[in-house]
Structures are given as structure tokens and as C-alpha cells.
């Protein structure tokens, strides 16, 4: 069974620093093939991708917030990590961690919600 | 970017009723292996999304088989044969056939 779940602070301030961790299991990072990836979801509004990493390490990025991402994993703890950079109140959010394999994210973690705000 | 556009925004069904939903992108989603990674997406209320459809027109295990999805190149429709209340959500497409993953804005199925 495969599951991942999200972790990190609920509450950021603004130009402060947000890291999130993605703790999974049922699957391994460092089988072919396999990724990792960060999307995010504005309270109401729609799903935005952000940053995947895949089991060779090759990362992408979101071209709109790759000066503020940093993707990275630790295949042996099975987590995935993302930083984002001086947040802002519009990066509030729920942030979600999914498998991506073939082509999509085949499953989503429960995700966490994030509010920016001093 | 390969923008993906979805329509309606917003759609009221009857119960028992079709529904249709459409997604456009912006340029074509078949990858050089063939295959079109264009995916749907349902995302219930206060739940994560959970996948429908795979590549088109795959349904994923344990989804109805009212839900079927069609298309190719760059116009692409997911229907729904007869709506229950426990569709009430909204529906995203997805394409990972380029780098830069993108999602369509998200169609509110909502019961008339």
C-alpha cells in the first residue's frame, strides 16, 4: 500500500523560509522511473505544480518559482523535501506531495495547509 | 508552458443526468513514445485529489465505469453517463507529456 503524507509548520511569516517534508512508503525512490513531486492549492482556487524530483535526482521545476524552490530527497529515510523562500501571504495554501510515475501522480498525500500571515 | 483550458467552469447536473467535461491544451499532448499523458483528475470536498483517468481514456481501478474520458492531439473530454451525488466535486485535467506539468483551472460539478 502505498501512502505519503506531508508535514511541516502550519503557520509561516512573511520572507520567512517554508520547508516541508514528504514522508512516503510502499514505494521506493530509487526504483526507475519513479518521482516525487509538490503541488500546491489555494484555498478555492486550482491545483498548481511546483517541483518533482525523480530517482535519478534529475530535478524540474515550476519556471514561475524556481528562484525560490529547492527540491531533495534521502532515499534511505524515503522522504522528499521542498524549501520555498521568502514566502508571501499568496503563497498560502495547501500543499500536496504525490508519486508521479508514467506520466502522473498516481497518489496524493493528505496534504497540509500553510497560511502566511505575520 | 502548455496551458490547459477546461470547460465549463462550473456545472449543474440533475441527478441521473450526463455530464460532460472539456480540456483543451495548447499544444499536443502525444509524447514522442506515442502515448498521450493526459490525465483527469476528481477532487471531492475537502479531500486530496484522487485520479480517474490515465493516459485519455484509462480508467483507474475502482472508478465507476460511468466515468469515461476521450480525445486526442489537444482536445479532450471526460463524461460522466449518469451523476450521482457522490460526484459532487471538482474535476481537473492534467498533462505530463511536457516537462512543465500543468493542470486545467478545475470544473465545480455541483447537483441541480
Known amino acids: 500500500q502505498i501512502t505519503l503524507k506531508e508535514s511541516g509548520p502550519t503557520l509561516v511569516k512573511p520572507t520567512q523560509t517554508l520547508t516541508l517534508t514528504c514522508t512516503f512508503s510502499g514505494f521506493s525512490l530509487s526504483t526507475s522511473g519513479v518521482g516525487v513531486g509538490w503541488i500546491r492549492q489555494p484555498p478555492g482556487k486550482a491545483l498548481e505544480w511546483l517541483a518533482l524530483i525523480y530517482w535519478d535526482d534529475d530535478k524540474r521545476y515550476s519556471p514561475s518559482l524556481k528562484s525560490r524552490l529547492t527540491i531533495t530527497k534521502d532515499t534511505s529515510k524515503n522522504q522528499v523535501v521542498l524549501t520555498m523562500t521568502n514566502m508571501d501571504p499568496v503563497d498560502t495554501a495547501t500543499y500536496y506531495c504525490?508519486?508521479?510515475?508514467?506520466?502522473?501522480?498516481?497518489?496524493w498525500g493528505q496534504g497540509t495547509l500553510v497560511t502566511v500571515s505575520s | 508552458d502548455v496551458v490547459m483550458t477546461q470547460s465549463p467552469l462550473s456545472l449543474p447536473v440533475t441527478l441521473g443526468q450526463p455530464a460532460s467535461i472539456s480540456c483543451r491544451s495548447s499544444q499536443s499532448l502525444v509524447y514522442s513514445d506515442g502515448n498521450t499523458y493526459l490525465n483527469w483528475f476528481q477532487q471531492r470536498p475537502g479531500q486530496s485529489p484522487r485520479r480517474l483517468i490515465y493516459?485519455?481514456?484509462n480508467r483507474d481501478s475502482g472508478v465507476p465505469d460511468r466515468f469515461s474520458g476521450s480525445g486526442s492531439g489537444t482536445d479532450f473530454t471526460l463524461k460522466i453517463s449518469r451523476v450521482e451525488a457522490e460526484d459532487v466535486g471538482v474535476y481537473y485535467c492534467?498533462?505530463?507529456?511536457?516537462?512543465?506539468?500543468?493542470f486545467g483551472q478545475g470544473t465545480r460539478l455541483e447537483i441541480k
Open positions: 504525490a508519486q508521479f510515475f508514467g506520466g502522473w501522480f498516481n497518489y
Open positions: 493516459k485519455v481514456s
Open positions: 492534467m498533462q505530463g507529456t511536457h516537462w512543465l506539468i500543468t
